[in-house]
C-alpha cells in the first residue's frame, strides 16, 4: 500500500513538473515574441529616421541645383540680352529706312 502512495505520488510531482515546465515554456515562448516585436519596431524606427533624413539630404541638394539652375538660366538670359541687343536696334533703323524708301 506504501509503495502504491509513493508511486502515485511520484506520478502527481511529475505530473506537476511537467505542467509547471509547460507554463514556463510558454512564458518563455512568450517573452521571445515580445522581445522581437520590440526589435521589430525598433528597426523599424530606425528605418524610417534613415528614410526621413535621405529625404532631407535629397531636398536640401534639390534646392542647391534648383539655385545653380536658375543662375545659369539668368546667366544665359543676360547673354542673349545683350547679344540681342545691338540687332535689335540695327533690325528697327532697316525697318524705319524700308519704310521711307
Not at 510531482?13 to 526589435?39: F, S, W
Not at 533624413?53 to 546667366?75: F, M, N, P, T, Y
Not at 536696334?89 to 521711307?100: F, G, H, I, S
Request: no cysteine.
Amino acid at each position: 500500500m506504501e509503495l502504491i502512495k509513493k508511486i502515485k505520488q511520484a506520478e502527481t510531482e511529475a505530473q506537476e513538473m511537467i505542467d509547471q515546465a509547460r507554463v514556463r515554456a510558454g512564458e518563455e515562448a512568450e517573452k521571445g515574441r515580445k522581445k522581437r516585436l520590440q526589435a521589430q519596431a525598433d528597426a523599424e524606427q530606425e528605418r524610417k529616421k534613415a528614410v526621413e533624413a535621405s529625404v532631407g539630404a535629397a531636398e536640401a541638394q534639390g534646392r542647391i541645383e534648383v539655385e545653380d539652375l536658375k543662375a545659369q538660366a539668368e546667366s544665359a538670359r543676360q547673354q542673349l540680352r545683350e547679344h540681342v541687343a545691338g540687332k535689335t536696334a540695327e533690325a528697327a533703323a532697316k525697318v524705319v529706312n524700308y519704310l521711307r524708301a
